[in-house]
């Protein structure tokens, strides 16, 4: 990718075929979508799908292949290919307009190249990001279909049930199909109408990996780097480079600079102020600046503008009252724009640091989050060194609520540390 390293490192064998289906699993579907038509996507699914079970069985037998997404795209292009031959469906009805003579018949060309992968899976985008079907359909879909996310990781990231997404994405479906939606990239103004969600989704996919919760791990590094190669697309594209894509953008390398300093060596989480800078990816800091100054281009300021302005503070090494002063002004901007409880716990610990743990503690006390195990962990900082008893009482409770182990191993070392000192 030209401004943007996207690299990913080789994977464990056991690894290798969750994180394929993650990466392109939704670029077969998406280009067979396109070939067969939106209405024929469940067998666009199907196939994708069979691929890769094959994969498991052949690999697990002879060993993985010297090229694994070769392999992958050629029996899928052969699969493909079995189907429309022997379904008079599509001999019939799609088939036709997708045949070439050749010396020996028919050939279908069933093209699986870098260039139409990237514009069928911007298509698929546009063609899901519609507004006939709700906005968590959209967003449900995307993650399905464009981003692999399993039923159970959808339900997780709406915190629903499997039975409820399976009822709305299928309603979805239904409707694109009755409402004959074509794979094609919509007009300017219809561009910018459905932006918003496909932003909206790709900033879902990234937090997913980001801060992982249907999985019993922090940091799920192929879901971020998916959410920046598909938003990279975005960025790439003359009709989709709009400042907030941009500002989106650079708001993942900045998080993303900072991975490989956020987690232990047994995947315990590591919080901000514990984290050693050294490990700081400086080549990512500064594709995310440069992302930055791009989005700063026109009078449009998204919520993605004011938190990778955020992240990139966090960037700044020195710990300075200036730095969380900085820090604390973006958050009330942000929650301005659009409140959340995440974004207002986070402007509390921005608060501590530029004024303080005792003012702090009373806008935290305002929130009433409930059986929020962040909450109880930000309460149980708060009160560190000014009431011990209470910081302990809260970091219990956030041992209570934690659901993840990463998420248990951090509270149990505050504990530890508290512990320690009284």
């Known amino acids: ?20 289906f993650r990466t392109e699993y939704s670029k077969i579907t998406a280009v067979l979508s396109r070939l067969f038509g939106f209405e024929h996507i469940e067998i666009a699914e199907d196939i994708a799908s069979d691929t890769f079970l094959l994969a498991a069985e052949t690999w697990g037998m002879k060993g993985i292949p010297d090229n694994p997404v070769a392999w992958l795209y050629t029996v899928a292009k052969n699969r493909a290919k079995d189907y429309l031959k022997h ?22 060309n069933i093209d699986l190249s870098e260039r139409n992968i ?55 479906k239904e409707k694109l199909r009755a409402e004959k939606v074509k794979l094609e990239f919509p ?41 920046m190669r598909l938003t990279f697309l975005l960025v790439e594209n003359k009709n989709t480079a709009k400042p907030a894509v941009k500002a989106l953008l650079a708001l993942m390398c900045f998080h993303a600079s900072r991975f490989d300093a956020r987690t232990g060596p047994e995947g315990e989480l590591i919080l901000y102020d514990d984290q050693d800078p050294s490990l700081w990816n400086q080549e ?32 700044v090494k020195e710990d300075t009252s200036e730095k969380w002063e900085t820090i604390l002004q973006l ?75 990463a998420d248990k191993m951090a509270i149990r070392r505050n504990l530890e540390k508290l512990a320690d000192n009284t």
């Open 331 to 405: 958050y009330n901007q942000l929650l301005f724009i659009e409140y959340s409880p995440i974004a207002a716990l986070n402007r509390t610990y921005a608060l501590a640091k530029a004024d303080g743990k005792e003012i702090a503690i009373i806008e935290a006390e305002k929130l009433k989050l409930g059986n929020n195990h962040l909450y109880y962990s930000l309460l149980g900082y708060l009160y560190t060194g000014v009431d011990d008893g209470k910081a302990m009482g809260y970091l219990k409770n956030a041992l209570k609520f934690a659901k993840s182990e």
């Open 87 to 108: 379904h008079h469906i599509f001999i019939e009805k799609v088939s036709p307009g997708l045949q070439q003579n050749s010396a020996e018949g028919y050939e279908i």
């Open 187 to 227: 007009s300017p103004n219809e561009i910018d109408r459905r932006l918003e969600t496909v932003l909206t989704t790709l900033y879902l996919l990234f937090n997913e990996g980001y801060y992982s919760v249907s999985q019993n791990t922090t940091l799920r590094q192929d879901l971020c780097l998916e959410a």
């Open 284 to 315: 990512l800091m500064q594709q995310g600046r440069y992302y930055l100054n791009l989005a700063a281009e026109g009078k449009t300021l998204s919520k993605y503008h004011i938190e990778a302005a955020i992240a990139c503070e966090h960037t």
């Open 1 to 20: 990718m030209t401004n943007l390293r996207y690299e990913k490192t080789m994977l464990k064998e056991n690894n290798l075929i969750p994180h394929l």
């Open 118 to 172: 990237t514009d069928s899976q911007l298509q698929m985008m546009f063609a899901i990001c519609n507004p006939l079907i709700p906005a968590e359909a959209q967003i449900g879909l995307s993650l399905r279909i464009l981003c692999g996310f399993g039923i159970g990781e959808i339900a997780d990231a709406f915190l629903s049930n499997k039975e409820t997404i399976n009822k709305r994405l299928f309603r979805a």
